[in-house]
């Protein structure tokens, strides 16, 4: 009995040697690389999508201008046909008439603005809303940053992008 329980030792150690390699490897945590992998290889992609941007925003950096977001989330979703909240969808907002997000009940004076939202005009709006254009109701005080500015447009240009 002590014999086989022996030997039946010896076996398990003959074939636990072999078994330190593979604790060592779980140790260097594959699982955990593995579960890191699709946020790391999405916002790998992204920033790639920022370095071909046209200048100062290829120089943004995507995971910072996603942070800033945070501050718009409160009021505004950017994900494709995703609802309106306190302010409009931002998806595809590059390229659009402002005021247009459909089903949106915009104010007076965003109503009679007239014209298209691009980087620069983005920048003036986020710098202050209310001096840019008075009387909107959009309650933010603003971006006073230019770097956060600039990292926030670049992320909304590759977030906003209408074929994504
Ligand atoms: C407290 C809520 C709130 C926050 C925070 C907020 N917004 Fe807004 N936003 C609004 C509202 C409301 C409007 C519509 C304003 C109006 O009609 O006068 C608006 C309008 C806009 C527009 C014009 C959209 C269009 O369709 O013409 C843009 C662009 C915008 N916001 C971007 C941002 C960004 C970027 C941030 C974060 C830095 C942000 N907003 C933070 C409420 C907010």
């Known amino acids: 009995m002590r014999a ?6 010896l076996t398990l150690s003959a074939c636990g040697s072999p078994e330190a390699p ?3 490897t779980t140790a260097e945590t594959p699982a955990s690389t593995t579960a ?3 946020a790391t290889t999405e916002t790998a992609d992204r920033q790639e999508e920022i370095a071909e941007l046209a200048a100062p925003y290829n120089q943004a950096n995507y995971e910072a201008g996603r942070r800033v977001f945070a501050q718009c989330r409160a009021c505004h979703v950017i994900e494709a046909g995703a609802p309106n909240r306190v302010g409009p969808n931002l998806h595809g907002v590059f ?5 247009t997000a459909p089903g949106f009940n915009y104010s007076q004076p965003v109503q009679d603005a007239n014209f298209v939202w691009d980087a620069e ?3 003036h ?12 109701r959009m309650a933010f005080a603003g971006v006073r940053d230019e770097t ?3 990292d926030l447009i670049a992320y909304l240009m590759v977030e906003a992008e209408p074929e994504d």
Do not use: M
């Open 36 to 38: 890191a992998a699709p």
């Open 125 to 136: 709006w986020l710098q202050n809303p209310q001096t840019f254009l008075p009387g909107n």
């Open 95 to 99: 390229g659009r008439e402002i005021g």
């Open 121 to 123: 005009h983005l920048d």
């Open 22 to 24: 593979p604790s060592t």
């Open 148 to 150: 956060q500015r600039r």
């Open 4 to 9: 086989l329980l022996v030997i039946g030792l």
